[in-house]
Every structure is written in C-alpha cells, then in structure tokens.
C-alpha cells in the first residue's frame, strides 16, 4: 500500500505536528506505530476569508471501531449503505482521490462552507487508500438526515466529553458532523 510522510493539511492545528494522542484513551499514536485517524473539522469564513478547524482529533483504531459499534444498527446501515452508493456513482471520476473535491458528492471543497478532512495513518506515516479525503457540507447535510434519534443523542454526548474548545466553537459545531466516517 502507498504511504508518505504525514500530509500538512492533517497537523494538528495548535502544534503544527501530527496527532500525539487518541482523544479518548490518550494511547500515544506516534510512539504506538499503530494505525489511526485525523479527522479535522472546518469552518470557512468568506467575510474574513478564513478557514479555521472547529474541531479536530486523531482516534486510535481501536477507539474508532468501538465508537463505530456503539452506534445504532440502523444508522450505521444507512451511513454505509450511503458511501457505497454514492462510491459507486462516482467509480468513473478520477481514481486518485483528491483532498481538493468531496469524496461524496465530487464538488470542489473550495465550495463548501463547511468540510472536513479524514486521514489514515500509521505512527508518522499515512497511508493512501481511499484515505485521505475530503467531505463537503452537502455531503455531511445528506448523511446528517440518515441519523436516528439515538445516534444524535450518542454524537451530542461524544461533543460533550470530548470538545475542550473555545465555546464559540462548541455552539458552530454540529453534533450530527461527528459521526465517524
Ligand atoms: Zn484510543
């Protein structure tokens, strides 16, 4: 499998280096040459002509797959029913993933007000597969309405244990974004 250095765009904001830690069991990721992965959430101001990371974290595998399991059934159906059909409308656009369209919906990300980015690395490698990609807010919109009651409520208490960020931030970020993709 193709890996490289760790792109830029997947640093952590504050320190301007990969990930450190998984957010929720703070296993050290660089260290752990395990796998992992960056998810950075992002808010484009046009006025001000600034994009700033509303939230961002990297989850161990493990941590990831627990989250995944604890989700409710019918919304893990739908979201995974959703990536595959909308994979396979897209199976004839460019093989090469592109950080600069949405994976989704194949619209330039430089539209979106809202997107996110999502990485797959292993200690201070990523690894290129369908990661890493990009996911606009029509996208994100699309699968938010996929969600059951249940999983909003999970998402909500997953933003209230684990955003530390400024409160402006916390009020901007949806819950239904944190669905993990
Ligand atoms: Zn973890």
Same mark, same amino acid.
Do not use: W
């Given at each position: !499998? $193709?890996?490289?250095?760790?792109?830029? /765009?997947?640093?952590?904001?504050?320190?301007?280096?990969?990930?450190?830690?998984?957010?929720?069991?703070? &296993?050290?990721?660089?260290?752990?040459?395990?796998?992992?992965?960056?998810?950075? %959430?992002?808010? /484009?101001?046009?006025?001000?002509?600034?994009?700033?990371? %509303?939230?961002?974290?990297? !989850?161990?595998?493990?941590?990831?797959?627990?989250?995944?399991?604890?989700?409710?059934?019918?919304? /893990?159906?739908?979201?995974?029913?959703?990536?595959?059909?909308?994979?396979?409308? /897209?199976?004839?656009?460019?093989?090469?993933?592109? !950080?600069?369209?949405?994976?989704? &919906?194949?619209?330039?990300?430089?539209?979106? %007000?809202?997107?996110?980015?999502?990485?797959?690395?292993?200690?201070?490698?990523? %690894?290129?597969?369908?990661?890493?990609?990009?996911?606009?807010?029509?996208? !994100?919109?699309?699968?938010?309405?996929?969600?059951?009651?249940?999983?909003?409520?999970?998402?909500?208490?997953? $933003?209230?244990?684990?955003?530390?960020?400024?409160?402006?931030?916390?009020?901007?970020?949806?819950?239904?974004?944190?669905?993990?993709?």
């Amino acid at each position: !499998m $193709k890996e490289s250095d760790i792109d830029p /765009r997947f640093y952590n904001s504050e320190t301007r280096k990969p990930f450190e830690s998984c957010l929720v069991c703070s &296993t050290l990721l660089q260290e752990s040459g395990n796998d992992y992965f960056v998810e950075r %959430i992002f808010r /484009r101001v046009p006025n001000l002509g600034v994009t700033e990371a %509303i939230f961002e974290y990297g !989850m161990c595998m493990q941590c990831a797959e627990q989250m995944r399991k604890e989700l409710s059934e019918e919304s /893990r159906e739908k979201v995974e029913g959703y990536f595959e059909q909308r994979l396979a409308e /897209r199976s004839h656009a460019a093989s090469e993933p592109s !950080m600069e369209v949405c994976l989704l &919906t194949g619209t330039p990300i430089g539209d979106s %007000i809202e997107f996110s980015y999502h990485g797959h690395c292993r200690g201070d490698r990523m %690894i290129h597969s369908i990661f890493p990609y990009a996911v606009s807010d029509v996208a !994100m919109e699309e699968i938010s309405a996929l969600l059951s009651d249940e999983t909003i409520d999970q998402l909500d208490d997953f $933003k209230g244990k684990y955003f530390t960020g400024p409160p402006e931030y916390a009020d901007l970020l949806n819950p239904k974004r944190l669905i993990p993709l």
